[in-house]
Structures are given as C-alpha cells and as structure tokens.
Nanobody, 123 residues
Framework: EVQLVESGGGLVQAGGSLRLSCAAS????????IGWFRQALGKEREGVSC????????YYATTEKGRFTISRDNAKSTVSLEIDSLKPEDTAVYYC????????????????WGQGTQVTISS
C-alpha cells in the first residue's frame, strides 16, 4: 500500500523558515516523482515544487522559485520542502503527492496523496 505522510507544519512567524517532510512507503522510491502542493482556505490546490526521485531534477512554480527548496533522501525515502522568508500568504495545507514524473503541476495528474500538514504564518 502506497503511503505518503507529511510532517513539519505548524505556526510560524512571518520571515521565518520551515522544513516540511514527506515520508514515502509502499512503492519503489526511485521510480516516482514527488510533488508538493498547497491549498489555502477557499482556494484551489496549487503546485509548488516537484522532484524526480531517480536523478533529483527539481521544478518550481515560477512565483515561488527562490524561497522554496525541494530535496530528497533516497536512503530514507523522504522528500523535504524548505520554505524561507515565510509570508502570511503561505498559510495553507501542504500536501505531498506521487506520480511517475514531474511533467505536470496539475493535481489531478498525481496518483497518490498524503493527508496534508497545516502551515500557518502569523504576521
């Protein structure tokens, strides 16, 4: 059974940093890509970043490039997302999701999802 479990969310002051983790199990890690998405209250889910697990190729949503860093630890089957210079508008539930590639940022293209972790940024 494929499982993705996010952790690391919480309440953080604006300007700070946060590191989210996604622990994956139930599939061959190197065969997939992991994307991070977020969904703010009342808004659509949007792609933030993606990493190809076989070679570590990374992709970022244009608007977030620079503040977000995605990385992987194949030995631990985890993918992390570090967010710097946090802003109140980063407040959202953050999800990791798995698919075969990072070709799409459309959430509907991703097969497996975690339950999400809440990130709240106070001003």
């Amino acid at each position: 059974e494929v499982q993705l479990v996010e952790s690391g969310g919480g309440l953080v002051q604006a300007g700070g940093s946060l590191r989210l983790s996604c622990a994956a199990s139930g599939f061959t890690f190197d065969d997939y890509a992991i994307g991070w998405f977020r969904q703010a209250l009342g808004k659509e889910r949007e792609g933030v970043s993606c990493i190809t697990l076989s070679d570590g190729s990374t992709y970022y949503a244009t608007t977030e490039k620079g503040r977000f860093t995605i990385s992987r630890d194949n030995a631990k089957s985890t993918v992390s997302l570090e967010i710097d210079s946090l802003k109140p508008e980063d407040t959202a539930v953050y999800y990791c999701a798995a698919d075969e590639t990072c070709d799409s940022s459309d959430p509907d293209e991703y097969t497996y999802w975690g339950q999400g972790t809440q990130v709240t940024i106070s001003s």
